[in-house]
C-alpha cells in the first residue's frame, strides 16, 4: 500500500492466524446465539446516569475531534496528506444508515414519536459502530504511512479516542427501552466476523479492487443488520410489545 490513509495488507502468515482467530470468534458467537433460549432486554440506566452518560459520549466526540485535528496537522507537515485514497465505502454506509433509521423509527411508532424517533437515531448512531470497533482494532497497528518521529504515538492519538467513541455509541443503545439482544443478534454478528475472517484471506487488503470492496460491504450490511435485530419488536406473543423498563425514556428526550 502505497497510499495515504490506507493501511498495509497482512500477509507471510499473519493472514492465516488473523483469518483463525475472527473464524474461531464467528463460531463461539454463533453457539452463544443458540444458547440464548429468549430475547433479553438491556438494563435500563436511571436519569443521572442517562445524562452522564450523554454528557461523557459528547466530551469523547469533542476529545476525538481535536485529536483527529491534531493528526491531520503533523501529517500535513510531514507531507503525507496530498494525496488520500478514494473511499468507495462512504456511499453505503450513508445509505445504510438511512435504512436503518427508517426502518427502526417504523417499527416503533406505535410506542410513540419520542421513543421511535429516538431509537431511530440510536439505532443509526450504533449500526457503523458495531462493524468499526473491531475494524479499527485489526487495521489500526497497520496504517500507512507511518508519521515520524513516532508512529505509534499518531496512531494513538487517532485511535485510542475513537475506540472509546465506538463503544460509548453501543453503550448509547441501553437508553432504547425497546432494544432486546436475541439469537439474531448474536448471528449477523458471527455472519460479520465470518465475513472479516474471509477478507483476511485476501490480506485484509484496502477496499481499491472488487474482492476486497464487496468483503467489506458485506461485512457493513451485516453489521446494519446486527444492529436492526436488536430493535425488532418480539413477535413471541402476537400483538404485545416489549414492556417499558426501569427508567423513563421520556426524561432525557
Known amino acids: 500500500m502505497t497510499q495515504y490513509g490506507t493501511w498495509v ?9 488473523l483469518a483463525a482467530g475472527l473464524a474461531g470468534a464467528a463460531v463461539a458467537t454463533a453457539y452463544a446465539g443458540t444458547r440464548l433460549r429468549l430475547p433479553v432486554l438491556l438494563p435500563r440506566p436511571r436519569r443521572t446516569a442517562t445524562i452522564a452518560m450523554l454528557v461523557a459520549w459528547l466530551v469523547a466526540v469533542a476529545v476525538f475531534l481535536v485529536c483527529v485535528a491534531l493528526y491531520a496537522v503533523h501529517a500535513e507537515r510531514a507531507h503525507l496528506g496530498e494525496a488520500p485514497p ?3 465505502i462512504t456511499p453505503v454506509t450513508v445509505i445504510g444508515l438511512g435504512i436503518v433509521w427508517f426502518a427502526i423509527a417504523l417499527l416503533h411508532n406505535a410506542r410513540g414519536w419520542r421513543v ?3 431509537s431511530a437515531v440510536i439505532g443509526a448512531l450504533a449500526a457503523p459502530m458495531i462493524f468499526e470497533f473491531p475494524f479499527d482494532l485489526i487495521v489500526m497497528g497497520r496504517t500507512y504511512p507511518p508519521i515520524a518521529p513516532d ?3 499518531y496512531r494513538a492519538l487517532f485511535f485510542a479516542p475513537l475506540l472509546v467513541v465506538e463503544v460509548m455509541t453501543v453503550a448509547l443503545l441501553t437508553l432504547s427501552p425497546v432494544v432486546r439482544v436475541s439469537r439474531a443478534t448474536f448471528w449477523c454478528f458471527a455472519a460479520m466476523l465470518a465475513v472479516f475472517a474471509g477478507w483476511s484471506l485476501v490480506g485484509f487488503a484496502y477496499p481499491s479492487s472488487p474482492g476486497p470492496f464487496a468483503l467489506n460491504v458485506a461485512s457493513k450490511i451485516l453489521a446494519f443488520l446486527t ?3 436488536l430493535f425488532m419488536p418480539d413477535r413471541s406473543q402476537p400483538g404485545m410489545t416489549p414492556q417499558k423498563a426501569p427508567g423513563a425514556w421520556t426524561s432525557v428526550m
Open 9 to 17: 495488507s497482512y500477509s507471510a502468515g499473519a493472514d492465516i492466524v
Open 86 to 88: 478514494a473511499d468507495p
Open 116 to 118: 421511535a424517533l429516538g
Open 151 to 153: 508512529p505509534a504515538a
Open 227 to 229: 444492529a436492526l435485530s
